[in-house]
């Protein structure tokens, strides 16, 4: 069942907290804040019908799919203003489809997400939330703290993003010593005096912790006004719905009804945007949660149990992750906007390391896992069958694949990325020019110990100092 029109306040859409106790605000206000005030994550109160609009968009650009899509969303916002944000953002990226989806075999296609300016998925929300924060600034003349916790895309596309913008000041943590270095590269080569990455002594999930933390903080997050950027803000999943509907529109009709949808993910906020499109009225039959040897997804989806485990490092760094932040927004959904029941959930998530779900869609989802021998032998596959160089992440993707079943893979990240696990598995050396450039670039970065409490002190002592 999908609604037929979305809920509105004061004339607009409204957006609600998964928790209940975030109150009722707008696209812009629920960008701004990022996390909701009662520590849970905003939702549109009610999703939008977009099967009427299926046929028009079928013939549209990408640029102008993307615009028709989040006016729905973001109807507070001028569509002229709407409209340079996201002409501007997809002007950044080298490939003229944007999202190109390329036909590998008979029955198996590539969405490539990677031809933006980081070579990573991350970059179609990022490029647009840096010019939705731009004209969020420009409206109320109040500046925006951006902080992010990354395990190595995300950051990079963050910087990107937003650096350079007026009002803006971006706190980057991510894992000391377990981003491939090109990754961090990217996020320490910058030269900007407005971005600070911060290596911590600790894992993904550890960052992801702290800065939810200081979030929780609300005089801190007022006071500083604190906004996130990982996919807990609403905007990088709407804007990530676009290139499933892009995608899908590439396949042929023939294959559509029995299609399989893989997506290489960590955090859950990839293939939640493809899935809450089903919600809305796009057909996609199947989807495939991949994930690499840290697989709480896969152990999920195949025997129910949510149970964190420990993060081991992988050929895939950016699904080094434990605990999917954006798990949340699905099982509000699996519990019928059950608020309530949620956050019990989630209370006992956090007390104990562990939940059993039922009813998770078992029949629309599925789940794999690939070690890094299966990363390193499925780049090869992939290259000897079809000639094709996928990275490590995609590659999780391509492990499994159905031998006859109809499949899009999302690559998510430019092979040139991790040139060490390319090398190791075909003995090519991939490179992009953008990458080359950053070797001979003297790097900037901060160090944090395992103490959260630093990274408060750290925040506010640059603040004081701009």
């Known amino acids: 069942m999908h609604p037929s029109q979305p809920s509105t306040v004061f004339g607009f859409m409204k957006y609600i907290s998964t928790r209940g106790r975030g109150g009722t605000v ?182 992801q912790r702290w800065v939810k933390d200081l979030f929780g903080d609300l005089d801190f997050k007022n006071h500083y006004h604190l906004s996130a950027i990982n996919s807990i803000n609403l905007a990088r999943v709407l804007a990530q719905c676009v290139y499933y509907i892009h995608a899908w529109f590439r396949i042929p009709t023939s294959a559509r009804d029995s299609l399989e949808v893989v997506v290489p993910t960590g955090n859950f906020g990839n293939i939640l945007a493809g899935w809450m499109l089903t919600r809305m009225g796009l057909p996609i039959p199947h989807f495939r949660i991949a994930t690499n040897q840290n697989d709480i997804l896969f152990r999920l989806f195949e025997t129910g149990e949510y149970r964190v485990g420990n993060v081991d490092p992988s050929l895939a760094p950016s699904m080094d992750i434990q605990v999917a932040s954006n798990f949340e927004r699905f099982l509000y959904y699996q519990l019928n906007g059950d608020a309530e029941r949620l956050t019990q959930t989630m209370k006992t998530f956090r007390d104990t390391g562990t939940v059993k779900l039922d009813g998770l869609e078992r029949d629309r989802f599925s789940a794999s896992r690939a070690s890094d021998a299966d990363i390193v032998a499925t780049i090869r596959r992939v290259h000897a069958e079809t000639g094709y160089v ?57 160090t944090m110990g395992s103490d959260p409490s630093e990274l408060r002190s750290f925040v506010e002592s640059r603040l004081k100092q701009a």
């Open 390 to 446: 996928v990275d490590p992440h995609t590659a999780c993707g391509f492990h499994d694949i159905h031998p006859t079943r109809p499949t899009l893979v999302m690559s998510t990240a430019h092979p040139a990325k991790f040139p060490a696990a390319i090398h190791q598995a075909i003995g090519i050396e991939v490179t992009h020019p953008t990458l080359e450039k950053l070797k001979a670039v003297q790097d900037t970065r901060f």
């Open 26 to 207: 707008s696209f812009s206000d629920a960008v701004a804040q990022g996390l909701a005030s009662d520590g849970g994550l905003f939702l549109p109160a009610q999703l939008p019908d977009i099967t009427p609009f299926l046929k028009e968009w079928e013939s549209l650009s990408y640029p102008d799919l993307c615009f028709s899509f989040l006016k729905l969303f973001a109807d507070d916002i001028p569509e002229a203003l709407l409209r340079k944000c996201v002409d501007g953002a997809y002007a950044t990226f080298d490939h003229p489809d944007i999202a190109p989806v390329r036909q590998l075999k008979p029955n198996l296609w590539a969405c490539e997400l990677f031809h933006g300016p980081t070579l990573a998925f991350k970059d179609f929300a990022l490029q647009l939330l840096g010019r939705l924060y731009a004209i969020q600034i420009e409206r109320t003349g109040v500046p925006i703290t951006v902080l992010g916790a990354t395990s190595g895309d995300t950051g990079a596309a963050a910087i990107h993003g937003l650096m350079g913008l007026p009002g803006i000041r971006i706190f980057i943590l991510y894992p000391d010593g377990k981003v491939a270095p090109l990754q961090e590269r990217q996020m320490t080569c910058t030269g900007s005096t407005s971005v600070f990455p911060i290596a911590i002594d600790g894992s993904f999930d550890d960052a």
